[in-house]
């Protein structure tokens, strides 16, 4: 399973923060590296519930429950924390109800049968 873009050619000397939603049809990874400034990532749903995922290494990967991949309860925006888990400036990114230049990726989740993050 290929899991979409390889990670930034040196990678391991990387000072920044690369993050990526991967939707298949039956679930929705988050993943990417980061510096070692940057060690949480919260990710905040419509129905007021979080989830904190902490780097392995400098890797995050996590994967959105299922009972967060409906529009009620759907991915609202994903935050990056410091080490006193203060908001980063400028690190938070939000996924609109309505469609992106990326739907369906950053849309409904998971995909409709036959879709892929492609589809327009």
Not at 19 to 38: C, K
Not at 52 to 75: K, M, N, S, W, Y
């Amino acid at each position: 399973m290929a899991l979409g873009r390889c990670m930034a050619k040196g990678y391991d000397r990387n000072d920044g923060l690369i993050l990526f939603l991967y939707p298949t049809q039956g679930t929705a990874l988050v993943y990417g590296s980061a510096a070692e400034r940057y060690p949480e990532l919260e990710l905040h749903y419509a129905d007021g519930a979080s989830q904190r995922v902490t780097p392995t290494g400098r890797f995050f990967l996590a994967e959105i429950p299922r009972d967060h991949l409906q529009r009620e309860t759907r991915l609202l925006t994903m935050t990056v924390r410091d080490a006193e888990g203060r908001e980063i400036p400028n690190a938070r990114f939000s996924f609109p109800e309505t469609g992106t230049a990326a739907s369906p990726c950053y849309r409904d989740l998971p995909l409709s049968r036959g879709r892929t993050c492609g589809d327009g």
